[in-house]
């Protein structure tokens, strides 16, 4: 497997003025030369003028966050990574490749959740290429492959949790963003390590039932919320009715038998849970008649 090593070539801006005023000499050689009829001085000049020329081609400028891979007749050579204008053998082919953090969001995907309930899921990634070697020849394209297999790893994911969390303790898609980015990052990161690019980031950016059960499910959302909302009132009216009887009882203001107290527990319990205002009714009577 192919690993970056770092070749960042001679510095080229002092260079490129020597080079620029040994071609202008060779080529006021060549002109007295040809003035002067002399073949051999013509041939010698000619030939030290097109080796500057070739020579000249070994010129190139390395951009930030850029990585210049040097490639001769196929074989790998190195990297240049330091910025500026550099110098390497002219017959080096040179294939830039981007240092720059970059971030693309997947496509929405439909797939179906740890239950079997079809979801739409899509996510933003955040990468950058850490190796130039690995990125230029152990993939045809790291562009695209960093596309399909963020989101083969998300469709894989996403088919280990379910959208929402229905017993305690579970990691849900919905409720545990921060969990669910972490195991993203993680599936990314472990497809995407062979293309020498690095995830920085992932995150959840829409996440929703698919059309086909968004209203079921939705309306099972309410009756659970409409439960979990008349189970808290519940809770707080009892609490309130044991709060009551017991300082009646401690302030000794009445002594209500067992009867009296179910009676009371009764009126009590449907003043607080209803959801309309109750109307009082008086009773001219008593409870053992």
């Not at 620029?20 to 060779?26: K, R, T, V």
């Not at 003028?49 to 891979?69: D, I």
């Not at 519940?234 to 002594?255: F, P, R, T, Y």
Request: aromatic residues 6%; contains cysteine.
């Amino acid at each position: 497997m192919l690993k970056e090593t770092q070749r960042n070539g001679i510095p080229g801006i002092g260079l490129i003025v020597l080079y620029l005023l040994i071609l202008a000499g060779s080529v006021t050689w060549l002109v007295r030369a040809i003035t002067s009829i002399s073949v051999p001085q013509i041939v010698f000049s000619a030939i030290v003028t097109a080796v500057l020329l070739v020579c000249m081609l070994g010129f190139f400028v390395v951009n930030p966050n850029q990585g210049q891979v040097l490639q001769l007749f196929g074989d790998y050579k190195g990297t240049a990574r330091r910025p500026g204008l550099r110098w390497a053998n002219p017959f080096f082919t040179k294939r830039p490749i981007s240092l720059r953090v970059r971030n693309f969001e997947t496509g929405k995907l439909k797939v179906n959740d740890k239950r079997g309930n079809p979801i739409e899921i899509a996510s933003v990634v955040v990468w950058k290429v850490v190796d130039t070697a690995e990125a230029a020849f152990q993939v045809d394209d790291y562009e695209n492959y960093v596309h399909v297999q963020s989101e083969a790893a998300l469709r894989n994911m996403a088919t280990g949790y379910p959208y929402d969390a229905h017993l305690d303790g579970e990691v849900a898609l919905s409720s545990h963003t921060a969990e669910i980015s972490d195991k993203l990052s993680g599936e990314v990161q472990d497809r995407l390590a062979k293309a020498g690019v690095e995830v920085l980031e992932t995150r959840i950016s829409h996440l929703a039932y698919a059309p086909e059960i968004a209203a079921a499910m939705l309306r099972r959302q309410q009756a659970s919320a409409v439960v979990a909302a008349r189970r808290t009132i519940v809770d707080g009216a009892v609490g309130m009715v044991d709060h009551a009887l017991e300082m009646l009882s401690a302030n000794k203001v009445i002594q209500l038998d067992e009867e009296r107290k179910a009676a009371m527990v009764s009126n009590l319990l449907v003043v607080l849970c209803s959801e309309h205002s109750t109307q009082p009714v008086v009773n001219t009577g008593t409870l053992y008649h």
